[in-house]
């Protein structure tokens, strides 16, 4: 299955890795959209923390969509399945 990528800036964006199996937005959090999210002044090589997705949610979200009839041999756009809530921690993109 190819990595879950998000439109929220209008082009495709692949998503990061996060966690056991989870994922996180390259380009968004709750309250912006802009590719590449912007450096945390006072952290050297930090950026803002995008939207994530946790593993077992990412799970869930694929056997409702396969349930759905959804080709899950194309990328996943997350842009409408992000959780509504954010996180302000700080991720280190290497």
Known sequence: MPVP????TGV???CYK???GGWQSSCCTTNLSMYPLPAVPNKRHARVGGRKMSGSAFNKLLSRLAAEGHDLSNAVDLKEHWAKHGTNRYITIK
């Open 18 to 20: 996060w966690g056991n």
């Open 12 to 14: 495709l964006r692949p």
């Open 5 to 8: 990528v998000c439109s929220c």
